[in-house]
Every structure is written in C-alpha cells, then in structure tokens.
C-alpha cells in the first residue's frame, strides 16, 4: 500500500494515516453501501459521468442518499488524484450508510459518508494481456437476480470473493460464476466476451452480469468495427468452444482468456479481435476524460 496518500473523507482531504471509519459504520458492519472503481489516464479520468451516474443509480436502488451532488464528487475526484500527483491510476469511490446503531435498519444512520482513494492500480502483469488468462468455473453460484439486482455495485462482495478464493485455491487468479440457471453470469471482478462465428457475445444483465462501463465500451468500439454484438445466455460449453474469449472490467480492461476448465480456447493466445478492441480501447482512453 502506498505510503503518504491524501484521502478524501467526508468533506475534506486528510492524511492516509488519519483515514478512519467508525466501527459504527453500516458500510463495514452490513456492507451497507455502494461503490465506484475509476481510472484515470494521462490527468484525464475516463468516463467519469458514467461512473457517477451509476454510483447514483445504485445508491437510489438501496435507498440511501448521496450526501454530495454530482459536481461536488467531480471536484473530489479531481482534486484528489492531483493532491496524490498522479497522472495514471485509480480512483475508489466509495458511500456507506454512515454510522448507525447495532442492527439492521438503516434508518437509524443519520448521515452517509463518503470517501474517495486516489492511487496506482496494476491488477494483472503484463505478461497477462500478452498470454491470456486460465480461467476455471467456480461452484459458488452468482447471486440470484430476482434476490439482489446485478445492477447495484454494492459493497457486499462476499459472493464473488468466496469465488475469487475457489480461482486461487486452483492455482489461477480469476473464475467465471454461473447463475442458478446454470447460465454464465461474469467472473469475480470482471464482465465476459467470447467471439464466436465473427460476432461477439456476452451474458445479459438478466444472467447476473453487472452492467460494466467498460463493457458498454466494448458494444461501442464494436460497433465501430462492424462487429454483431449479442446478449446472450451463454453455458460453460459455449465459452469452451468459443473461438476466442476476454474479460472487461475498469481495473482490468480487456484481458484475453486462453484457458477455461483445461480447455483451450481457440488457438490458445489471444485472438485477432480480442487484440483490435485491445488496441481501439487504449486509444480511446488516451483521447477523452475528464481532465484533473
């Protein structure tokens, strides 16, 4: 962890040492609360009105109140990764329900906080967007849809960390979750492509997938290219002959995945359209944002 970090909480920026939450706090006791990953490229961060428009959205989803206003947690971001020095990094935004008493209303949290982490990211070496990812399929099922919405990034993780672990345990680092169903959902951390007969093809929200904002700019630089994209019911044989498979995801990016289960999946690197969205998405990130 990086040392000497200025972090905002709750209304103004403090010393990464001085950084604390109450253990009062409905966001640690419950994981009551909701969350944004961000990125930030060359003093740009990208996307930023869409992350907060689903910040948004999720908070609206669980009934709790963003003490800020859109603008306001711009000016946060913004000042918080030019406070941090960064130019390239992260940017974790995170609102709990705030301190409350022992026990599950919320209603009894008088007021939300709010924090915001600025600082360097690297969630897979670079040998892994040059060789591709192993996957394997964990037996722990996504949360049913119909009992939490996939929409809502909350801070409950607990599903997709138990997961997180079976990847580990497997000597791999990352899992695709199915649904009840059977269907594929995401993996732990990341939306799922596979391209098959020259279309591109990803589980619907409906399977449990979270609504990706670097999934919404695959379906974007796809269309671009001409490329048929398709939301799709997909099972584990589907990904195992798929032609080509990668994963999205905002720490993440686009990351090949060559092996599922053993299997391996097309020709066993990345493929040719996996390494074209690669290429237009990094463009992309270099060419728009909102300045710091």
Same mark, same amino acid.
């Given at each position: ?25 409905? /966001? *640690?006791? &419950?994981?009551? /609360?909701?969350?944004? /990953?961000?990125?930030? &490229? ?12 689903? *910040? ?9 109140? =963003? ?12 000042? #918080? !990764?030019?406070? %941090?020095?960064?130019? %390239?990094? &992260? ?65 409950? &993780? ?28 995401? !993996? ?43 939301? #799709?019911? *997909? ?9 080509? !498979? ?8 686009? =990351? ?9 999946? /097309? ?5 040719? *359209? ?11 990130? !270099? ?6």
């Amino acid at each position: 962890m990086e040392q000497g970090l200025q972090i905002f909480l709750d209304g103004q920026f403090v010393p990464q040492s001085e950084a604390k939450v109450s253990v009062f706090d409905h /966001g *640690l006791l &419950y994981g009551d /609360g909701v969350f944004e /990953g961000i990125r930030l &490229y060359n003093g740009k961060i990208f996307r930023l009105d869409q992350h907060l428009d689903r *910040l948004f959205a999720s908070a609206r989803a669980i009934m709790l109140t =963003v003490p800020m206003s859109k603008a306001e947690l711009t000016d946060a971001c913004r000042e #918080a !990764c030019r406070r %941090n020095g960064l130019q %390239n990094g &992260y940017i974790r935004l995170v609102v709990t329900r705030g301190v409350g008493y022992l026990g599950l209303s919320p209603f009894k949290c008088k007021q939300p906080s709010v924090f915001i982490i600025a600082a360097t990211i690297e969630l897979y070496p670079e040998e892994v967007y040059r060789n591709g990812l192993k996957l394997i399929t964990a037996a722990t099922q996504r949360v049913n849809p119909a009992a939490i919405s996939p929409s809502i990034k909350s801070l409950n &993780y607990l599903n997709n960390i138990l997961a997180k672990i079976e990847a580990i345990q497997a000597g791999t680092v990352e899992a695709i979750m199915l649904n009840s169903s059977g269907h594929v959902a995401e !993996c732990t951390g990341d939306n799922i492509f596979i391209v098959r007969r020259g279309r591109l093809e990803t589980p619907p929200i409906s399977a449990g997938a979270l609504n990706g904002i670097t999934r919404g700019v695959v379906f974007e630089l796809a269309e671009k290219m001409k490329v048929p994209v398709t939301e #799709a019911n *997909l099972t584990r044989y589907d990904l195992m002959t798929a032609e080509e !498979c990668f994963l999205t995801g905002t720490a993440a990016e686009i =990351v090949p995945a060559v092996s599922i289960d053993g299997r391996v999946v /097309g020709g066993g690197q990345p493929g040719t *359209l996996t390494l074209k969205l690669t290429e237009a998405f990094r463009k992309l990130t !270099c060419s728009e944002g909102t300045a710091i």
